[in-house]
Structures are given as C-alpha cells and as structure tokens.
C-alpha cells in the first residue's frame, strides 16, 4: 500500500486524492522515496529513466535482467512509475532526480539515431578509439575548436554519432552510448546482495558475552554521573566538552576514550545529563529516577535512545577541519537512525552467526545507497561495536535480550539472566573487598563511598584507600561507622592492615581544616603540618600567607584550596562558621536547569494500522467533499451571532448542507462543509464531510455561513 511504503505522504494528512497525488509527485517525497531502495532498484529505475520511450518491460529486461520484472511491480507500488497500457511511465521527478545524464549516457538523439548506428561499423580506427572512451562515461568530451575539430571528430560530428554542445563540447548520444555497450546501461548489475555470514557461535555463547556487556555499561554510565556530579566539566563556547574534560572522565573511570564518549552521548541522550544554567554538565533528577529502576528498566531507556537518536558519537574528534566535540551538535546525521537500524536487522538475519564486517558493511551500502553516502563503512564499525558495547550483540551476534527489545517487546528477558542480588562481600588481606555479585542498590551506594571499584564484571572488586576513606569521612560517616558497616556486611573479618587504616585516617581526618569563604583560612594545631603547606611547591599557586603559627590564609575559594591540598597529599576537612566539620556531599549535585535532550533527526516511522484506516476514512470522505466543492461559494460572508443561529436554524429543519467560517484554537481560519443536526447549550453539532464524522463546532467561532447549492 503506498501510504503504508510512504509514511511522510501521512504528515501533513491530504485533504483528498488529487492532493495525495500531487505531494506523492513533489520533488521532496519521491527523494524520500528513492532513499528507501537499494542498489539493484536503483539501477532499474536509471534503466527506466535512461531508456528511450516507449518503454516496456520486455526493453527494461533486456537492458537489465529478468529480474527487474519485480523491481518494476514495487516501484509502480510506490508510485515511481506508473503503467499505461503496454507501456510504463517515468514521473518527471524522477528523471529530475536521476538527472539528465544517466548512467553516463548523453542526451536522446531522436529519429536520426537509427540512420547513425548503422554507420558505426564504417567507422574509422581513430574514430573508434574516440567512441570507445565515452561509452561508459562521461558522454561529453572536449575539442579545442569545434569549428576546426581533428578529422576522427569531424567524421563523428558528420555522421550524427557525437553532438555538438557548445564551441568546445561535443556529447555522445543516449541512444549510441546504449548501443556500444551491447544493449545494456550498467557495466555491471548489482542484483545479488553481499554475503557477509561469518563465524557460528551457540546462543548461550552470545547471551553470556551480552550480559557482561550490559553490567559493564550500566555501572560506567552509573560511575560517569557521580564522577560529573563532583566534578562537572565546563560547557564550550561551540557546544560540548573539550578533549582534556574527555581524558580526565576516561582516566577517572579507566575506559578508553572512545567508550567513554560513547556512554556520555547515551547519558546526555536519555536526559540523565545536562547543561545547568552555569554552563556546566551536570546530572539530573532523571537520573536518580533511572539508578532506582531495575537492571533491566535501565538498559532497556539507554538502547531506546541509541535506537532512536540521530546522533553518532564516533564522529567525535573526526572532522578534518576542526575538532568535532563529544556532546556537541556537529554529529547529528539524519541517516544515522536508519543505517543502524538497518545494520541490526541484517545481524539478527543472520543469528546466530557472527557477520564478517567488511562484507556487512557492503551490504549496508547495498540496501541503502543513497543515504549517508560515504559513511556506510563507518557507520557499520560504529554500529557494530557500540552493539556490542550495549550487548545487543554479543561477540557479534544478535543477543536473545537485543532479539525481544528490536521485536518491541516490554520483557526483554534480562532479568533473568543477569545474576541474583546479593547483601554480602568478602574482604581481603590486601585492602580489596569482593561482591561475588550484583550488590542491593543501597549497600552498593554506601560502599562506593568509603571503596573504589577496582573491576566490574560477574564479581564486583573494590578497593579500599586513603582517598577513599577520606572520602567516607567527608560525607559525614565517622572511622567507628565506617567499621560497623563492613562487619555487617563482610562474611570475612576485617584484616588487620584495614582496621589500621581506618583508624589512621579517622584519627588524622579533621585536624587540618579550611574555612569556608570566597577567601579561606588553613589552620592546625600541628604547627609541621602547617609548615609543610607553605613550603610544597604543588601548593605555590594559592599564595599562602602566615598569619599565626598555626594559620595560613589565602585569597582563593574553599573549594579549590580543599582541592589543591588534596592533591598535594594532604588531608583537609571543610570548617564551617560555627566551627564544626562541614560535609562534602558533592556526588549530589544535581541540574537545575530544565532537561533538554537533543534533538532526533529521522525518518518517518511506518504507519500504524489504525492511523492508515483513518487516513483512508479521511482521503474518501475528502473526495466525496471535492464532488460537492462545484456549488460551494469561494467566499462565506461574514454574519452576526443572530443571523447565524437563524441559518442554522433553517438548515437543520430544511436538511441542508452549509458552508461555513470556522476559526479554531489557534486562530485560523477554515472553511468547513457540513451538514447541521442540532443546536445545544451554544454548540452545533453537525456531520463534517472533510473528517467523515459528527463534530461539534462552538456557535461563537462560527464567523459565516452560506448555502451549498
């Protein structure tokens, strides 16, 4: 059906079939159209338009194969070409849109094109040699004086087998060009897609690769927030986040850069992140929302918004000219949702072989050659590996989680498969506590605070540190707490070097502190702690100045001298006016600026049956509109409330139908042809031909109203 194969012919709805006919022949919608096809339908359709009328299907096979018969069915289908009688007919469009020069063949001869041919056999060697050079394109060739041309021109020029196009150019003609290449248009027919069937492996195989995959990602994205959270990189002037806040989130989580541009896309995609109003990247409330589903609700938001999203984030950093930033709105391709959706449903053909990649992305190239022209290969490798990245495939192939989510399905069966929580870890001899599985959320939250995860896979490892502690300590959890905690949750007792280096840090957390202000004070009663600051070089840009023993001052910010101290070895805890220890919950930090995804450039989904239904209600109740369009006056004066209601009055009691001026919500107005059936409380209720329904139309937004004879 055309507007099922034509979703944008829907959008906005014609008003009846004339109209459908009319945008179906826009120059617009038939390229839309043409991007749908693959190479074999494109090469018919050149053969459709480069072929000399009348044109028949036996010509069109001979020129092609026998195979074109069914291309030729589909784009008449698709309203491309169209049969009369025995013939077929191009739309204008279409041979606009191919262009004057198909194939490389030049433009029609005409009669004396039969009278021509028959003199290429007399042709002289040079002639020949000319000949054989615009065959197969370009047609056109150039003379350094056409009045003066070399004597195997002037002999090609007298025989009507080259036309002159100017003082310079002369062109071979269509109908000579397809005769020299043996009846045919194409040097070669590409009527047989690639194969690209690779390695075989066993569905367990792949679930198994997928599910790792998907943890993997969920706690990356997980970690990357927190880690923004703390420290949000700042927003260029051009959109996006520069190359060094890219390097210090990848080395921050220990991912390659390319994962982790990946993962920030997804996140900034899904609106788990987004620019705050200080030009900063922050987390959003979407995202607390997301950490408290299951696994499975959150894997299933982020492959959505991969499925769905125009952008392409192994663009990153690719452009020639410039640098193209991660986030920034330099990478959205409006064929990026199609080719991948496209590369997917290729893979899940497959399943469950592994596609060997260079054949796939010839396929791609294949079924879509007029979209993102010169990204097919590129697309294929990014689409491959964030597939996997995601575990929409695993080790190549289809996962049976990818499978029910490409399928639409609302269970994806990943709940199953991933392993059950668990409310235990085991705490090693060398500052490492292992979760022989996924943590509850809470435990896993709390964890995170006073440990760093070392590796995510089936076990969690975490690492426990100075900074980490540290890390506990400042959010307010006391060395005391801290140790409560691990032994209700360890199955193992805590090792001794562990509990040493809880205290010790517990014991040296808050000694050094720093007051809060837009200038700061250091201060600590250890007079070689203090002396110790003032003289480390890593602390030289904060100009310390001592103005007692135990004080220092500077003129910078808490935040940066806390920062500074930290990295220069130091274990400083924020004062406050008061004098008590202020917690520094930074990981909470949240947006507070609206969310503002990005937006999606694509195509026009596939029709719903239901909407399909009502387009056809409304094309033929538009027709039998038009048919009654010869008495409808061009014009409805204008009437007052009263003489309104006084026409409508005489319609319904006489049955007749009206025209009338309606204005709507927005303040435009339309005429409508209907047919009135009653009048109550204000409203008129009444048949509406162009909508094929009873509507109900406010009297007070009627602005006229005239007879249909």
């Excluded at 008449?76 to 009688?85: K, N």
């Excluded at 023993?549 to 001298?561: G, H, K, M, N, R």
Aim: glycine residues 8%; aromatic residues 4%; proline residues 5%.
């Amino acid at each position: 059906m055309l507007l099922a194969a034509r979703g944008d012919l829907l959008s906005p709805l014609p008003t009846d079939i004339s109209a459908l006919a009319s945008r179906a022949s826009a120059p617009p919608s038939i390229s839309r159209a043409l991007d749908s096809l693959n190479l074999w339908e494109i090469q018919v359709l050149e053969a459709l338009v480069a072929l000399p009328e009348p044109i028949t299907i036996e010509s069109v096979i001979a020129a092609t194969s026998e195979d074109a018969k069914l291309v030729i069915e589909k784009l008449i289908s698709l309203a491309l070409v169209f049969p009369d009688e025995d013939q077929i007919r191009v739309l204008n469009a279409i041979r606009d849109s191919v262009g004057n020069e198909p194939t490389g063949l030049g433009p029609v001869l005409g009669l004396l094109s039969a009278k021509a041919i028959k003199k290429i056999s007399d042709a002289p060697e040079n002639a020949r040699t000319v000949l054989d050079r615009l065959t197969w394109g370009p047609p056109r060739g150039s003379v350094s004086d056409i009045k003066k041309p070399g004597v195997a021109i002037k002999w090609l020029l007298d025989n009507d087998l080259l036309l002159a196009v100017d003082s310079k150019t002369v062109v071979l003609p269509r109908e000579i060009g397809i005769y020299l290449r043996g009846g045919k248009i194409h040097r070669e027919l590409q009527n047989k897609p690639t194969d690209y069937r690779g390695r075989e492996f066993t569905q367990s195989e792949i679930d198994k690769s997928a599910v790792g995959a998907i943890i993997t990602l969920l706690h990356q994205i997980e970690e990357l927030m927190k880690f923004w959270a703390g420290e949000p990189p700042a927003i260029l002037r051009s959109g996006g986040i520069g190359v060094r806040e890219v390097k210090k989130a990848a080395d921050a989580l220990g991912v390659d850069e390319n994962y982790l541009i990946f993962i920030a896309e997804l996140s900034y995609i899904c609106g788990l992140v987004t620019v705050d109003r200080e030009e900063e990247l922050l987390p959003t409330s979407a995202f607390d929302l997301w950490l408290n589903s299951t696994h499975d609700e959150r894997w299933q938001l982020i492959v959505n918004g991969w499925l769905t999203t125009s952008r392409v984030s192994g663009l990153v950093g690719k452009s020639e000219a410039r640098y193209i930033s991660a986030l920034g709105p330099e990478i959205d391709r409006a064929a990026a949702a199609n080719l991948r959706g496209l590369f997917l449903k290729l893979v899940a053909e497959i399943s469950p072989c592994a596609p060997d990649l260079s054949g796939l992305s010839q396929r791609v190239r294949w079924e879509r050659p007029r979209r993102g022209v010169g990204l097919h290969t590129d697309i294929a490798n990014w689409s491959s590996r964030e597939a996997e990245w995601l575990g929409i495939t695993g080790r190549g192939a289809i996962s049976s989680f990818g499978s029910a989510i490409l399928a639409g399905k609302d269970d994806s069966g990943l709940s199953k498969a991933l392993p059950k929580e668990i409310d235990h870890i085991l705490i090693q001899a060398d500052n490492t506590a292992i979760a022989p599985g996924p943590l509850r959320l809470d435990l896993a939250q709390e964890l995170s605070l006073i440990a760093n995860v070392e590796s995510k896979g089936g076990a969690t490892v975490y690492r426990f540190s100075e900074n980490s502690i540290r890390r506990g300590l400042d959010n307010g959890r006391s060395s005391d707490e801290i140790n409560v905690f691990l032994t209700k949750i360890s199955k193992t007792s805590i090792p001794q070097p562990l509990a040493y280096l809880i205290a010790d840090v517990g014991k040296r957390h808050g000694k050094l502190r720093v007051g809060i202000g837009w200038s700061s004070y250091i201060r600590c009663e250890d007079e070689s702690v203090v002396n110790a600051i003032l003289a480390d070089r890593r602390t030289a840009h904060l100009q310390l100045r001592k103005i007692a023993p135990q004080v220092l001052f500077t003129e910078i910010d808490t935040e940066e001298a806390v920062n500074t101290l930290i990295e220069a070895g130091f274990l400083p805890a924020i004062e406050g006016r008061d004098g008590a220890l202020v917690t520094r919950k930074r990981s909470a930090a949240r947006a507070i600026s609206k969310t503002r995804p990005p937006r999606v450039i694509g195509d026009y989904e596939i029709p719903r049956d239901e909407l399909l239904t009502a387009a056809l209600r409304a094309l033929r109740a538009g027709d039998r509109a038009s048919a009654k369009r010869s008495g409808v006056p061009t014009t409805v004066a204008s009437a007052t409330p009263s003489e309104t209601m006084a026409a409508l009055t005489v319609a319904i009691k006489s049955k007749e139908t009206l025209v009338i001026g309606y204005a709507d919500s927005d303040g435009g107005v339309s005429q409508r042809i209907i047919d009135p059936i009653q009048v109550m409380a204000g409203v008129l209720v009444a048949y509406d031909h162009g909508n094929d329904e009873v509507l109900r139309f406010p009297v007070s937004r009627i602005n006229g109203i005239a007879l249909v004879e």
